[in-house]
């Protein structure tokens, strides 16, 4: 018996620990035992080795933003891949992939904010609309579950339908199409774990989008923990959800399954919508140089679209639905396939690789007030990137390469609208859209704490369209190759500052609905949006680490913006004829007044502030008429949709019983609803709130039971709008999509530990 337990003792451990959600290594981790003594540390690489196995066979690994993780090592495994959680409180501290640094979001030099999934779950976590709208300079706006638009530093409000200007990614796959427009009802807000927002342009490593990109991670089990959970959520106007959860978070693989069933009535008349979503995230370690990551995702939605009122339609009745749409049964009925294989593969200390390929596909069924449209998409594509430190002594730099590749067939039958029925067809079809961009990045110190970071990206797209029904309207759609800079310069002058100063270009292509002349051909003429963006950026903790601050300040100049001209109903063309300004400011606050190892009952409380304003103007900007003709100048106007200023504040509580409280209230100032500034949409204001109880209760389960209100001043506003609406026939224009009144929701989570 003493030798065996001698030789137990000396037996050793070691392994690696990541990021949970981006699978970086994590380096300064520090491991203590349970008497609080330190182990080892782990090294940039997120290696650590122990000597010897702990008595008690367990021990705890600490690093500064994120949970601290009990580590319990049992007799057959010694080789450990331990996984760390953003704790969602000190995310200043977090390590962000964005610009593929693998540096705290206070070092990285640009604009990125973090959204965990404590964040999503601040609300009734259905819409990610409370979440992103409490990163300054991000706005979302959805007033049925059917419809929603994000738009970042102004960049992409004006899109007609779905999201434009912004790339977005799922586990390092594009969800983004091939033609720059995304859809992102595919996605379970439930499910996802951790997501990155790069402000501004990044087409430096991301490719097209003038706005930015959001990098969405699913989530992962919890490092060690074996899981069933239920959940099931109820709330005003019919929504109700159910959803089951399996997790598993092992050294060898990790794994994440969900299944969730989604209805909601609306708040208004034909606004009704079903989900069904279906989601794996599975994470492997077959060795200490390779993990791959698989992700599969089914979704189906059936959405009515109620559709804009008039003014004064809203006055009379802000429930009922657009007559139009009602008539001709409006809606989106669609199932979503997304497939993804994903490697990283460390070859030595200085050189690894990342790689994914994915396949992605759905059917459409889309009546609309004038047009009853079926298509089917599909797509494949990959991204590859490799990382590479030759370990130069004098001024150390890291370069990285890689390639994005994007392809999507989309087949289109357009058929006369009757009454929410197919009728004689008008349209058939095909476009075929590929996109590519080649990148490079080097990194280097030009002192122990000054980086300097360079980057740019070869990017070119093309369209080919094939018109079955017109022949002569078919073709080919070439955008001018777009070769896109940024420079960027970081000093971090102690935990207090970190100044970054950066210059980066982008671009915005046209989608594949945007390329036709009034007559239907092809407009060889139409080219892409491109942006230059100024910005400066401070960012640190002071008061004891207590208060976080995040200030940006920016210029962003467009050029070659597209104007959409209604030339009649149902059809509009675009053409380069604009010039913007955006000026801007962005602030984000949180201050923990207590914090878990303060002792006190009160585990954390932590108020929050995000603030914005935006000083964005026309310059050169001017719509043309089908004939190419100068129909309106705007110069000097506000820009359409636009609000000044825009402030996010909020209130989280959370106690050693399990009694939590979030608290949130959000202002937006008036913005202009068309180009020659006539007429505003008025500023409105909107407070929620969430208390619960969140409990492990017995040894195998834990409880978390909660209830919500939302607008709780009963306010009437419309949180999206129709820009730039026009009323034909004297008709007046429906600008407006009226917002949900004052509403609860209560559910209840169930998990039961193995």
Partial sequence: MLFLQTNAQKQVVNGHVYDSQTRQPLAGVMLFNVEALELTKSDAKGFFEIAALQPDGKFTAVLPGYRTQLVKISGHENELNIQLEADGLSLNEVRVAGYNENKTNKETAGSIALITARDINRGNAVSLQPALNAIPGVRMDQSTLSEARISIRGNGVRAAYGVRSVKIYVNEIPVTEADGTTRI??????????????KGPASSIYGAGTAGV??????????????????????????????????????????????????????????????????????????????????????????????????????????????????????????????????????????????????????????????????????????????????????????????????????????????????????????????????????????????????????????AVNDYLKQQQSGVKKFDPQATPRIALSHTFSDALSLHASVSSGFSPPSSSEIKNVDGTINPKLQAEKAMNYELNAKGNVLRSRLAYDLAVFKMDMKGELIAQSVQQGITIYNNAGKTSHNGVELALSYQVLKADDGAEIVSLRPFAALTYSDFKFKDYQTLNAQGQVSATYDGNKLTGIAPWVLNAGLDLETKTGIYFYGNYFYSDRLPLNDANLIYNPSYQVLNAKLGYKKQVLKYLELNAYAGLDNILNKSYSSIVSLNAVGYGGAQPAYFNPSPKRNGYGGLNIKYLF
């Fill in 185 to 198: 009802e595919a996605l379970d807000v439930n499910s996802i774990g951790r997501a990155e927002v790069i």
């Fill in 214 to 463: 959001i990098n969405f991670q699913l989530q992962r089990a919890p490092y060690q923990e074996q899981s069933l959970e239920a959940s099931g959520l109820v709330g005003a106007y019919g929504l109700h959800r159910l959803a089951t959860t399996y997790r598993s978070g092992g050294d060898k693989v990790n794994s994440y399954v969900s299944y969730g069933w989604q209805e909601y009535d609306g708040y208004r008349k034909h606004s009704n919508d079903m989900r069904r979503f279906l989601t794996g995230n599975f994470q492997l370690f077959p060795s200490d140089k390779r993990i791959i990551t698989l992700m599969l995702n089914r979704t189906t939605q059936h959405s009515q679209i109620p559709g804009s009122l008039t003014a004064d339609q809203v006055v009379a009745d802000p429930l009922q639905a657009n007559t139009t749409n009602l008539d001709k049964a409006a809606g989106r009925y669609q199932t979503w396939t997304r497939i993804g294989l994903g490697q990283q593969y460390r070859f030595n200390d200085k050189f690894s690789n990342s790689t994914s390929v994915f396949t992605y596909f759905y059917d459409l069924d889309h009546p609309l007030p004038y047009a009853y449209i079926r298509n089917f998409y599909q797509s494949y594509g990959g991204r590859t990137r490799f990382s590479y430190d030759p370990g130069i002594t004098l001024l150390p730099t890291r370069f990285t390469i890689g390639a994005e590749f994007n392809e999507g067939l989309t087949k289109g039958t357009q058929y006369v609208n009757t009454q929410g029925k197919e009728g004689a067809i008008n349209a058939n079809i095909d476009y075929r859209n590929r996109q590519y961009s080649l990148f490079y990045q080097s990194e280097t110190n030009l002192g122990p704490k000054t980086s300097l970071i360079l980057g740019l990206s070869y990017n070119s797209m093309r369209y």
